[in-house]
């Protein structure tokens, strides 16, 4: 089952450690896994790490019925479909409708595949009321 985590903490206090561990640890495991980032500055500090904008095809303008940009047969879908970990830096800073057009794009993705590995809860959580996406996501 996905699980989604928050790191949060001030600054200077090893997040971007952690997440480069992890990175490296899933990586080193012969399996994908995705770094994106809110800002080019906090993807250029993570290995591989690439603006969500430009790795999702999230539009520049947003509104609540959104939807990536990403086809369902193009080499990153094939990244997000092997992926077993995404790691998004500075996630707070970015809009809730650009999380709703990735959910969007994942759902889609899993559906056109056929893919079960990704599975979603409608169990509502009450830490992550600012990001519905994560209401989708069972969490612990």
Known sequence: MPKCFFLDGPARTGKTFVYSTLLHAIR???DQAIAVAST???????SGGR??????????T????????????SSEA???????VIV???APMTHV???????RLLKDLRWKNNFTRWRFSS?????FKRFPIFNSFKLH
Do not use: M, Q
């Open 97 to 103: 409708h650009a999380f709703l057009a990735v959910y």
């Open 40 to 46: 080019r500055r906090a993807a250029t500090l993570l």
């Open 78 to 84: 094939k990244i997000l479909l092997d992926a077993k």
């Open 62 to 73: 947003l509104n609540a019925t959104s939807t990536c940009n990403l086809k369902p047969n």
């Open 28 to 30: 080193g495991k012969g």
């Open 51 to 60: 603006i969500a904008h430009s790795f999702f095809k999230i539009p520049l």
């Open 123 to 127: 169990s509502p959580s009450s830490h």
């Open 88 to 90: 998004w830096d500075e």
